[in-house]
């Protein structure tokens, strides 16, 4: 592999700098860990280890940080309170029953929207006006409880 020349850890070096640029762009955590292989790569390519050996140690070592090391961070950077959102925002939410709702049947609104609902225990019913806790949302079905304040 003489076409590589004598500064090939300067390709790897320039690999990875290539690589950690583009993982800014995706935040993904992939490109960062073969940015990392490749600096891997770089430092024993410096140290005068032959072509074959390089390829080794930056596939060993980007896979291990892949495997080992990006679940790890993308836990830490995903963890803390989330927020649900869309139709899941609406569990935990109160409810008027608009018409009676049963196991098979029923409506409520939930600010200010009607949804069809159904009852989470199969033998409660519920009246009109009657105030209902959202408990689960199952596509266009809400799941209601009795509300408790």
Known sequence: MDWL???IWLTWTAIGVVLSVVEIASMEFVFLMFGIGAFAA???????APFVLCLLVFGGVSGSMLTLV?????KRIHRGP???SGQHGLVGQYATVDEQ???HAGQVMINGQRWTARV???DTTFEPG???LVVAIEGPIARV???HH
């Open 70 to 74: 990006r679940p790890k961070m993308v």
């Open 101 to 103: 709702v049963s196991a």
């Open 145 to 147: 409880t009795a509300a």
């Open 5 to 7: 020349g004598d500064d």
């Open 82 to 84: 989330t927020l649900p």
């Open 130 to 132: 009657t105030e209902v």
């Open 42 to 48: 770089a430092a024993v390519a410096a140290l005068g």
């Open 120 to 122: 989470l225990d199969a």
